[in-house]
């Protein structure tokens, strides 16, 4: 069973930065294809940000530029480092895993975290 931790949102001007971190119990979290998502009030959730298993990583192109996703082996973590952050990326952010090829499918991950809240205004 794989468990999924984020953390590291908050309330944050335009142009700022945010780091979350997505930490894995249950499971080497390196095996798996590791994807952000968010999701607006209202919204449907929309991919983010993935990385494979092989360290391939893909990026929605609202975030191409701005956002970038690594893994530390040793922390079972991944971590979504946000950058030039604007008030459309206000989102509560999920962390998810999938145990096969990458996908920005949501439906197709397996675990989910519970989320950690992102508000970008002035």
């Known amino acids: 069973q794989v468990q999924l931790v984020e953390s590291g949102g908050g309330l944050v001007q335009p142009g700022g930065s945010l780091g979350l971190s997505c930490a894995a119990s249950?499971?080497?979290?390196?095996?798996?294809?590791v994807g952000w998502f968010r999701q607006a009030p209202g919204k449907e959730r929309e991919g983010v940000s993935c990385?494979?298993?092989?360290?391939?990583?893909y990026y929605a192109d609202s975030v191409k530029g701005r956002f970038t996703i690594s893994r530390d082996s040793a922390k079972n973590t991944v971590y979504l480092q946000m950058n030039s952050l604007k008030p459309e990326d206000t989102a509560v952010y999920y962390c998810?895993?999938?145990?096969?090829?990458?996908?920005?499918?949501?439906?197709?991950?397996?675990?989910w975290g519970q989320g950690t809240q992102v508000t970008v205004s002035s």
């Open positions: 249950g499971a080497t979290l390196d095996y798996y294809t």
């Open positions: 998810a895993a999938l145990y096969g090829t990458w996908t920005m499918d949501s439906d197709k991950y397996d675990y």
């Open positions: 990385i494979s298993s092989k360290d391939s990583t």
